[in-house]
């Protein structure tokens, strides 16, 4: 059986709470869960140490048999020092948007025209 160690949404509407839980991948994401392992509050402020509770002991353990976690979980452990820190590369997180070029690209043509016109 493949585990997952992910985030499965509690909470109302536009207010999430998330459990942290280790699950079986092939169940839903609210689903069935075997195991509890912490919870995360994005609501609190990012320097608030209740955002992110885990059981870090038994986190452990369970990366040692197998359990993958996904990529926000892998982020927390990271933070906590449980994961290596994993180099991320996302190219196109710089480039502008097709209106944001095309807006560039007029710019450019009208600092154009008056050199020109000298």
């Given at each position: 059986?493949?585990?997952?160690?992910?985030?499965?949404?509690?909470?109302?509407?536009?207010?999430?709470?998330?459990?942290?839980v280790l699950s079986d991948s092939r169940m839903p994401r609210d689903g069935r869960?075997?195991?509890?392992l912490g919870t995360y509050d994005p609501m609190l402020s990012k320097d608030d140490e209740?955002?992110?509770k885990m059981n870090l002991?038994?986190?452990k353990e369970l990366l040692a048999l197998g359990a993958q976690p996904t990529d926000r979980v892998a982020r927390f452990l990271e933070s906590a020092g449980v994961?290596?820190?994993?180099a991320r590369n996302n190219p196109n997180a710089a480039k502008p948007g097709k209106a944001m070029a095309e807006r560039a690209a007029k710019k450019a043509a009208r600092a154009e025209a008056p050199?020109?016109?000298e």
């Open positions: 059986m493949a585990t997952k160690i992910r985030l499965a949404r509690g909470g109302s509407k536009k207010r999430p709470h998330y459990s942290i869960f075997l195991e509890k209740n955002r992110v002991d038994r986190v994961l290596a820190k994993k050199a020109d016109a």
